[in-house]
């Protein structure tokens, strides 16, 4: 299936045997253009979209009053074998069993967070072959109807001698499962015969091309377009955050070849995925008015290259808006529609015919949305798969008694225990 798909598509890998065939009716959500409305889910898409009240609940009902609708956002951009890793003692461990355990919870914490459907980068070769993409896809097997989890192979070396058995590997990859091809050219002694032996194996196989680089070599760059050129379904790379150091005019005219290429750009705003890397981030504003696809993901999630990393979408989205000069909605669309374009996954819009997959996040316009993003509602696939709720409290005090509340409490307060402090207003986030 094209990314670039502008019609509704039936959901891909399975989807259609595990979607949940009950109905489910979301009440009372707003939207983006200010619109109440009623949306009710069937079989794992949107049935209908009426005025608030209008429709009637066959199933659960959930009430978003309060709450802002959105397409579920998407990660392109994980590192599930070594995320949740910063902080174990000593070398992090390669044994299936904690690179299951660690790229089960990692996926969990982003399904939190509103992504639906992750790309994972699993490193494969050296003395660990392809037991942590085994883990991996194990992990998969298990969120299946939670969220979509898809692998990419990424091989050490792939020319010369030392790179024969990483491409042979590579191969047997795709065979066990791994949806993606791709690898770091860069640190390759080849990088051009890197790339050419990655695209030779995705041609093989059909599958889509996700390659990492820096983007700080304008030369190299061009190569890669003029060699991706064509491909279907086509070539990724990212972070690219060294684009943002080059001279602008260098910058656009490499902007200019990946966009005559159709190779698209994964930005990473909230740090590498590298621990060696600069850190930075690719230049978003000047690679879309190149007209250069541009989606964003969390890349390193709290591992030695950030240890702090949040895996959240909306923070990416943020920091595009707040850092990237990116207005709210442009912002958004990078972390859902354009990263769901990416991953080859179905467009989704609040509209009947389309997958039902949702965010719905505590706040009325977008711009707050991204600034206080606390309470969340993950629909995938029809029905809520999690859910995050977050109640800000304060003392009273004289300068807190005309705090604004977000809600009024859904139920009644509960006496305070012996000794607490006074309850004070609540701001539900």
């Known amino acids: 299936m094209s990314a ?58 959930v009430d978003l009053a309060g709450y802002l609708l959105l397409p579920a956002a998407a990660e392109p951009h994980a590192h599930s074998d ?92 795709v065979k066990m499962g791994a949806g993606v091809v791709g690898g770091c050219p860069d640190v390759d002694p080849d990088p051009a015969g890197y790339v050419e032996a990655v695209l030779e194996v995705a041609a093989e196989h059909g599958v889509p091309v996700d390659l990492h680089t820096d983007g700080d070599d304008p030369a190299r760059l061009a190569r890669l377009a003029a060699m991706a050129g064509g491909l279907r379904p086509g070539v990724t790379i990212g972070p690219c955050a060294g684009l943002g150091r080059l001279p602008s005019d260098v910058a656009r005219r490499a902007a200019d070849g990946l966009a005559a290429a159709g190779v698209t750009v994964v ?38 290259a950030n240890p702090v990393g949040r895996g959240d979408p909306l923070e990416a989205a943020y920091l595009l808006a707040s850092l990237g000069g990116l207005p709210a909605e442009e912002a958004y669309a990078v972390v859902s529609a354009e990263a769901r374009a990416v991953m080859g996954l179905p467009e989704v819009r609040v509209e009947a015919g389309f997958p039902a997959d949702l965010l719905a996040v505590r706040g009325e316009r977008l711009s707050g949305v991204l600034s206080l993003a606390y309470s969340r509602i993950v629909v995938h696939r029809g029905r809520v798969v999690a859910r995050t709720s977050a109640v800000r409290e304060y003392c009273d005090s004289a300068a807190a008694l005309d705090l604004p509340r977000q809600a009024r409490p859904e139920r009644p307060e509960r006496p305070p225990e012996p000794g607490s402090p006074p309850a004070g ?3 539900r986030s």
Do not use: F, N
């Open 425 to 427: 207003p609540v701001v």
């Open 4 to 61: 670039d798909s502008k019609q509704p598509q039936p959901p891909e890998d399975g989807a259609a045997t595990t979607a949940d065939s009950t109905s489910l009716l979301l009440s009372h959500a707003r939207l983006t253009d200010g619109r109440t409305v009623d949306v009710r889910l069937v079989g794992g898409r949107i049935e209908a979209v009426g005025t608030a009240g209008s429709l009637t609940a066959v199933g659960a009902r």
């Open 82 to 173: 070594t995320a949740l890793s910063a902080d174990s003692p000593g070398p992090v461990s390669y044994a299936p069993e904690e690179v299951q355990r660690r790229a089960t919870e990692a996926a969990l914490l982003q399904l939190g967070h509103g992504a639906t459907a992750l790309r994972a980068h699993v490193r494969i070769g050296d003395v660990h072959g392809l037991g942590p993409l085994e883990a991996v896809l194990q992990a998969r097997r298990s969120l299946r109807g939670l969220v979509d989890l898809t692998t990419v192979a990424v091989p050490r070396l792939l020319t010369g001698v030392a790179g024969a058995d990483g491409l042979a590997m590579l191969r047997d990859a």
């Open 267 to 304: 930005c990473l705003p909230q740090g590498g995925c590298g621990g060696t890397e600069p850190r930075g981030a690719a230049p978003v504003r000047l690679l879309r008015a190149a007209g250069v696809r541009v989606a964003a993901g969390s890349g390193a999630m709290r591992d030695v």
